[in-house]
């Protein structure tokens, strides 16, 4: 939206809504989440702070279903591109066990050639797919092609490519890192969903999952605070009445899940945020492979970089030193985990619904959250 300047002014019009339902945070903690929250019309949200020993503090506030069924610690909510993050955890998994290389040719791996039309001779890895540097763009095949199922390689012979070649520049794609889960299951000889719960759920001991149909209790819709419509934009129970897909490697069809299927509660995200934050479930070499910038996000945000499936953001007014993690935003929802690996603190939040207000890429609400619970000034 190039009128963010209209639209926050629309959004003071709208009555902030929802209420504490709890929290473990210390008191000045919870007064600057709760003014954050109601600054940005948020009509539900579940956040968690964590450090190296694990989550310190939970809080939610509002509603994972409008009108009135509250938002828990418990409530499960699809986290959108978070997703990326994650996947890129599984990815590094995979590499350090010797079952994946990051820098190989994907065309060692699909059952198609993927390569870019005007660069036939470049190979495309999978650290391009994770880094968003692989050439792939959301064209019109794409965005109409996702909700048919249409194969991946048909995709490909639409506008999927975009005028950058492979590894020449940044240009952030749903695609792109829906190609990546393909790719780690033609690698592994697994469907996505089984190959993540072995790989990163399952040791973390975090209940995720990313089909709608096998979360178990609350699964929060997703709702656009402005416009507003009648249904919500993502229905939580809707979605769990789909067919559930044969659990079986199917990469010609499985590119729309690590992109930003995943379900998960906010302390499972911040238990998968940790994993990211300091050695143990992956290598320090690994982590900092993570983290290291890859290409600038360029005039569309200059704060922040790209790493392997990780933002760095780095917001003097924020932090002096950068802040690592991933924002996800679908459906009126503002998600995001980010932690700082030096002073070992994290925050995941998964909302309902916010305002989606943003200069560049991150999320004016993200943008406050992170200054309060993770900022310089913090304690």
Request: positive net charge.
């Given at each position: 939206?190039?009128?963010?300047?209209?639209?926050?002014?629309?959004?003071?019009?709208?009555?902030?809504?929802g209420a504490l339902n709890?929290?473990?945070?210390?008191?000045?903690?919870?007064?600057?989440?709760?003014?954050?929250?109601?600054?940005?019309?948020?009509?539900?949200?579940?956040?968690?702070?964590?450090?190296?020993?694990?989550?310190?503090?939970?809080?939610?506030?509002?509603?994972?279903?409008?009108?009135?069924?509250?938002?828990?610690?418990?409530?499960?909510?699809?986290?959108?591109?978070?997703?990326?993050?994650?996947?890129?955890?599984?990815?590094?998994?995979?590499?350090?066990?010797?079952?994946?290389?990051?820098?190989?040719?994907?065309?060692?791996?699909?059952?198609?050639?993927?390569?870019?039309?005007?660069?036939?001779?470049?190979?495309?890895?999978?650290?391009?797919?994770?880094?968003?540097?692989?050439?792939?763009?959301?064209?019109?095949?794409?965005?109409?092609?996702?909700?048919?199922?249409?194969?991946?390689?048909?995709?490909?012979?639409?506008?999927?490519?975009?005028?950058?070649?492979?590894?020449?520049?940044?240009?952030?794609?749903?695609?792109?890192?829906?190609?990546?889960?393909?790719?780690?299951?033609?690698?592994?000889?697994?469907?996505?969903?089984?190959?993540?719960?072995?790989?990163?759920?399952?040791?973390?001991?975090?209940?995720?999952?990313?089909?709608?149909?096998?979360?178990?209790?609350?699964?929060?819709?997703?709702?656009?605070?402005?416009?507003?419509?009648?249904?919500?934009?993502?229905?939580?129970?809707?979605?769990?009445?789909?067919?559930?897909?044969?659990?079986?490697?199917?990469?010609?069809?499985?590119?729309?899940?690590?992109?930003?299927?995943?379900?998960?509660?906010?302390?499972?995200?911040?238990?998968?945020?940790?994993?990211?934050?300091?050695?143990?479930?992956?290598?320090?070499?690994?982590?900092?492979?993570?983290?290291?910038?890859?290409?600038?996000?360029?005039?569309?945000?200059?704060?922040?970089?790209?790493?392997?499936?990780?933002?760095?953001?780095?917001?003097?007014?924020?932090?002096?030193?950068?802040?690592?993690?991933?924002?996800?935003?679908?459906?009126?929802?503002?998600?995001?985990?980010?932690?700082?690996?030096?002073?070992?603190?994290?925050?995941?939040?998964?909302?309902?619904?916010?305002?989606?207000?943003?200069?560049?890429?991150?999320?004016?609400?993200?943008?406050d959250l992170l200054r309060?619970?993770?900022?310089?000034?913090?304690?």
């Amino acid at each position: 939206m190039k009128h963010w300047g209209l639209y926050r002014l629309a959004l003071r019009l709208i009555p902030p809504r929802g209420a504490l339902n709890g929290s473990t945070l210390p008191g000045g903690d919870t007064r600057s989440v709760l003014r954050i929250l109601r600054k940005h019309r948020c009509l539900g949200a579940s956040l968690c702070v964590f450090d190296e020993r694990g989550v310190s503090g939970v809080l939610t506030f509002g509603f994972s279903h409008l009108p009135d069924t509250k938002a828990r610690a418990d409530t499960v909510f699809r986290a959108a591109s978070v997703s990326k993050f994650i996947t890129a955890l599984g990815a590094m998994k995979l590499r350090e066990a010797g079952r994946l290389d990051l820098d190989a040719d994907v065309n060692a791996y699909l059952p198609f050639s993927l390569r870019h039309p005007k660069a036939p001779e470049t190979p495309i890895t999978l650290r391009m797919l994770l880094s968003h540097t692989a050439g792939i763009h959301d064209g019109t095949a794409y965005n109409r092609g996702v909700a048919k199922g249409t194969p991946l390689s048909a995709l490909l012979q639409g506008d999927s490519f975009s005028e950058h070649l492979p590894g020449r520049a940044w240009e952030y794609s749903n695609f792109g890192a829906g190609i990546a889960g393909a790719v780690m299951e033609a690698a592994a000889g697994t469907d996505f969903e089984t190959l993540m719960q072995e790989t990163v759920f399952e040791p973390l001991q975090v209940r995720a999952t990313f089909y709608p149909q096998k979360v178990r209790g609350d699964l929060a819709d997703a709702v656009r605070i402005l416009p507003r419509q009648r249904t919500p934009n993502y229905d939580a129970a809707e979605r769990r009445t789909r067919p559930m897909p044969e659990m079986k490697p199917d990469c010609e069809h499985h590119y729309n899940l690590a992109h930003g299927a995943l379900c998960v509660t906010a302390e499972g995200l911040s238990k998968l945020g940790l994993a990211g934050m300091k050695p143990g479930f992956l290598k320090n070499e690994s982590l900092r492979e993570m983290r290291k910038e890859i290409l600038p996000f360029g005039e569309r945000a200059k704060d922040l970089s790209q790493g392997v499936g990780t933002f760095i953001l780095r917001d003097p007014s924020i932090s002096a030193r950068p802040l690592y993690g991933h924002q996800g935003m679908a459906y009126g929802a503002v998600h995001g985990v980010f932690f700082e690996p030096e002073s070992a603190r994290g925050v995941s939040l998964l909302t309902l619904g916010a305002s989606e207000a943003r200069d560049g890429v991150l999320a004016d609400l993200n943008r406050d959250l992170l200054r309060a619970l993770l900022g310089d000034r913090h304690g």
